[in-house]
């Protein structure tokens, strides 16, 4: 009798995506945009823990806040008073997007930060020429040094983020694990698609990213059947599970791949990087 594979959490055989070789040179980056209008889905945590496997792997990264709250730079740990932030480099071209950059305690992944001065970023890029495509403009000029670049954006769908949309090569949705997480993301493909119509004709759909799932329940594995149902293979194989220890690490300031290496959500951060590269969404 042939083996019967161990199924994974979406219906597919379990498997393991391999360590990726080493790059030899690096950039131009491809650019991804962390993008769900919901709230708490886990946009930042995953910006941030595939942004330090990815550099683990050897990959440059480079995380963008695009959110007011700045929940990306509390968590990567590093300032945003007092230091150039997003803002500032949408709102002046003079202003040269390298000295925006900080480094983080993570090797090889750096960061741009935000504050809450970004929320009226809106209501001053409204008038602009071409509004859509200023954060465009601003990571044209950082892009060579880096292999990838994530936008965290923040849970809306106004100019910020079809800025990050008209700025990427592709789209990674976290969707958190329930009853009410496919709400939304209808609105949100049309947004994509609005996008590639209008503003950037090359931007593709890299995955779906079930979060904060609960195999104990059956809540969990029915909301993720559905999410396969629906999304087919744009659901990513890795799958996030829910655990207390991401509050932990953010409270730190350190990526949970570095606050507790060997938990089984790090680990799960770094399939997912390895997935990435393994469809061809990261170099
Ligand atoms: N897999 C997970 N399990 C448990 N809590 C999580 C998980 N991912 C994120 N969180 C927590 O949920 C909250 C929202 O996550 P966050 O990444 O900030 O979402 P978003 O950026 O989409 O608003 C945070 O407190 C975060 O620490
Ligand atoms: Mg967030």
């Known amino acids: 009798m042939p083996d019967i594979p161990e199924m994974g959490p979406t219906g597919r055989p379990r498997r393991t995506f391999p360590e990726p070789k080493r790059l030899k040179t690096h950039g131009p980056a491809r650019i991804i945009a962390l993008c769900n209008q919901k709230g708490g889905v886990g946009k930042t945590t995953t910006t941030i823990s595939l942004g330090a496997a990815l550099a683990e792997d050897g990959r440059r990264v480079l995380a963008i806040d695009f959110d007011p709250q700045g929940a990306l730079s509390a968590g990567l740990g590093v300032a945003t008073h ?23 305690g993570v090797p090889g992944l750096d960061v741009i930060p935000a504050n809450i001065d970004l929320s009226a970023a809106e209501v001053h890029l409204v008038n602009e020429v071409a509004r859509e495509q200023i954060l465009a403009g601003v990571l044209r000029r950082v892009a060579a040094d880096y292999d990838v670049i994530l936008i965290d954006c923040q849970p809306s769908l ?8 008209t700025a990427s ?28 119509d209008r503003l950037n004709p090359a ?15 059956l809540h969990s594995r029915e909301v993720l059947e559905r999410v396969v149902d629906a999304f087919g293979d744009s659901v990513l194989e890795t799958v996030i599970g829910r ?16 606050f507790a290496p060997d938990h089984p959500a ?6 997912l990087a390895r997935e990435l590269v393994f469809r061809g969404a990261v170099a």
């Open 82 to 104: 007092d230091v150039p932030t997003i803002y500032d480099l949408l709102l002046s071209r003079s202003k040269d997007p390298k000295d925006a950059i900080q480094s983080t």
């Open 158 to 165: 106004g100019l910020l983020t079809v800025n990050a949309l």
């Open 169 to 196: 090569h592709g789209v990674l949705i976290p969707l958190e694990c329930e009853f009410f997480a496919l709400r939304g993301v209808a609105l949100l493909i049309e947004t994509i698609d609005k996008v590639r």
């Open 203 to 217: 931007i593709e759909l890299d995955g779906i990213l079930a979060t904060m799932y609960d195999s104990r329940t």
């Open 243 to 258: 655990t207390v220890k991401f509050p932990d690490a953010s409270v730190s300031g350190t990526p949970i791949t570095q």
């Open 266 to 271: 790090s680990r799960a951060y770094r399939q």
